[in-house]
């Protein structure tokens, strides 16, 4: 049986990786979870300098999802180079480090400094609905798009993923613009801005008043989003939004994404991505499948 | 492992006060580790709820393994309000127990003051039972008491009520402030009135330690949604942050803003 899949050129165990800002650096999670048995680990946004983040409470539930405006707190590449890195490749992780930024240059200073860095792949967060220059420009707009991944994929030694929005009115548009910058694949669907508001004390439930939605209730959203960019764009997918069990891996997989990121499903069950991969294989099993690749873009009408 | 996440069975649960529930369960792997002061994240049935319940240990009966968890219930569509209808022998998933708690070894042959404020008490009981020193406890309530003769098992009480319906009129730091001064404070409550206790210490030199509550996703450190403002650069965060759930919930007040 194979699980391993391509994914921009790198060969990954299986398609399961964790979502970028819910498995912190790996450290937190490596007491449920055996890194180096992920398809990858994908960190917590990367900025060049240490960013505070967002006012508390940062996070709210709601319906079968989360609201979160923890606004990229992170502590900068120097600290993440020199702690976080070297604990990933010690566990021998796979890893795919997020970068975020407030302009052009800030992302590319990160990248630089990426370089020479046991670094497998990069994503690039240009969809952070939670800050107010967290790149959300950069990915609501095609040709700023295409721009900042052109700037990123000249100074990258490694494979570039571009992590898209949702927040946009086309994606394909959005997946097409960093397929012409040069990406080596899109990530999509980063969170889909929402707001709550607490009406026995009528206020906002964040203090950002704002945030991303994640969890089960966006999962339809980014299946529809991520078969729509695999129908009308030839780039590798890396999958994400509200998957929490095998069933949203293969659906994923089906629609076209050569892999899956489970993201808030960590915070509810921290063992989460090791049962998806058991259970995955318990699919291909039950449906005499014997590699993984098999059913990628396969899904059929009905 | 210091974490583990288990489905305990439950032994009993009452209500001890309007909305306060007194829930203890058989979690003996978690009551064997935890610690005064720790957490442990309840998980609810409803799907639709996505996030564990972080809820402060009250007590430990390490003989038979149980945890005693003493929480207030929120409206119907919260899930403290699905917890609260736990019956005995039910089942609950719980994962713990986690966070840092009181530092009770401090407490040694000091004058220790316990100060709770409303759903702050609970907590202060398996401290107090740690604590090997002298224990007065001030516990603040709103209008109605609870665990009062529990806190009697481990050293003096003294009740304040905003309402006046029982002890001092007015709020517990009040109180305390009219009493010999100890030498260690640890307390659990409401913001105002944990600010109000640190202004107190730090003008006199005492020592306190405050549990903080903040909304939490993950509960061990990954999600950074319960941060609170430290007063250095944080050696994890590299910025002025801490983590509640997993640097605290318990902080020296010389460590963090309020």
Redesign the interface.
Known sequence: MNLSVDLCGKLLKNPVLTAS????SGI??S??VDLSKLGAVVT?GVSYE????NK??????T????L?A?GL????VE?FCKRDLPFLVEKKATIVVNVCGKSEEDYCRVVERLRDEPVDMLEINVSCPNVKEGGIAFGQDPSCLSHITEKVKKISKQPVIMKLSPNVANIVEMAKAAKKGGADGVSLINTLTGMSIDI?RQCFSLANKTGGLS??CIFPIALRMVYEVSQNVDIPILAMGGAESYREVVAFLLAGARAVSIG?A???N??VTMEIIEDLKKYMIRHNIEDINNIIGKVKEI | MSKVKLVAKVVSQKEIAKDIFDLVIYAKEIANMALPGQFVNLYTNDKSKLMPRPISICDINKDNGSLRLVYRRGNEITGTHELSMLKEGEEVTVMGSLGRGFPVEKAENKLVYLVGGGIGIPPMLYTGREINGKVKSFLGYGDFTFLIEDMKEVGEVKVATISGCEGYKGNCVELLKQKEKPELVFACGPKPMLKALVDYCNDNDIECYVSLEEKMACGIGACLGCVCQSKEVDHHSNVKNKRVCCDGPVFSSKEVEL
């Open positions: 800002g819910t498995f912190g937190e999670y007491e449920f917590k240490p960013w505070k983040g508390v409470p940062r996070i709210c539930e319906k079968s999802g989360m979160n923890i707190q992170n502590p900068g600290v026995d969890g089960p808030t960590n915070f509810y921290p063992t």
